[in-house]
């Protein structure tokens, strides 16, 4: 178990999953979603997806307790106040996990948006200090996104921004999207960048009987037909095959959700 202060492992049950399997172990970072924190939007979708009150941040832990939310607040307040400051802190971070890996002798996975939408890929540079031979020796490098800084790291997200299905993302950068009905544009714009990418896409069905049925019947509607596969068995989307639904079911506060981003 990695805690670090941004991103940490082993409290998320997919991840957990995942991590037995013993060849990752994947550490998350959780934000105040949408503009929970006061200073901005960390989920730019959120209101035409429908998504904020069936959001994750309110599942598990961070429903009972205020701390976990005050703490997700204060990071994400210091992602706006000094962005600069921010990714030198999330470098240091990486850095650590990625030592904490190295002596479990697992690779390292990281998933940024845990609870954010944040385009990490753009506008996000950052600076990480390479060790020379000679031990008292460093060297700065800059960095356009995290994900160059960390060639050795495998990081993934799901996202809402149908755009970023069409950049040239880094290779060892997995997205997939994430499905809404509450919103026919949004949810149109969804299956579009879907059929135009191949991006694999993941829909959050009301029972996990509802999945089950739709894994078996390969299909999620007659609109587009796409095999569904099990999203819930580990959060390692990186390693999905591509152009599959990514076929979960809603757990926690989700469960009520009657926004449309829960279907069936
Ligand atoms: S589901 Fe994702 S996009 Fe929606 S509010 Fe939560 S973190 Fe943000």
């Known amino acids: 178990m990695y805690r670090g202060s941004l991103i940490r492992s082993g409290g998320n049950a997919k991840t957990i999953k995942g991590d037995k399997a013993g060849e990752y172990e994947t550490a998350i970072m959780y934000l105040a979603p949408a503009a929970q924190s006061g200073m901005g939007n960390v989920c730019p979708m959120a209101g035409q997806a429908g998504c904020e009150m069936g959001c994750l941040s309110k599942a598990g832990r961070a429903a009972i307790f205020n701390s976990i939310v005050n703490a997700r607040i204060a990071k994400t307040r210091r992602y706006f106040s000094d962005r600069a400051a921010f990714m030198a802190e999330l ?36 600076v990480r200090y390479i060790k020379l031979k000679h031990p008292q020796q460093e060297r700065e490098a800059h960095f356009a996104s995290i994900f160059h800084a960390f060639p050795e790291v495998q990081f993934y997200d799901y996202t809402k921004i149908t755009k970023r299905a069409y950049r040239a993302l880094p290779a060892n950068y997995a997205l997939t999207l994430s499905y809404s009905e509450a919103n026919p544009a949004y949810a149109n714009a969804v299956t579009k960048t879907a059929s135009e990418t191949g ?50 079911y809603a757990k926690g506060p989700a469960k009520r959700d009657t926004s449309g981003f829960v279907v069936g």
Request: glycine share 8%.
């Open 91 to 126: 470098v240091k971070d990486i850095e650590a996990f990625v030592r904490y890996c190295e002596r479990k002798g697992v690779k390292p996975a990281v998933r940024l948006n845990g609870t954010s939408d944040i385009q990490w890929e753009v506008a996000h540079p950052c």
């Open 199 to 248: 991006m694999n896409v993941a829909i959050v069905f009301r029972t996990k009987a509802l999945r089950n049925a739709r894994m078996a019947s390969r299909d999620y509607t007659g609109g587009w037909s796409r095999e569904v596969i099990d999203g819930d068995e580990t959060d390692m989307r990186f390693s999905d095959p591509r152009g599959v639904i990514v076929g979960l």
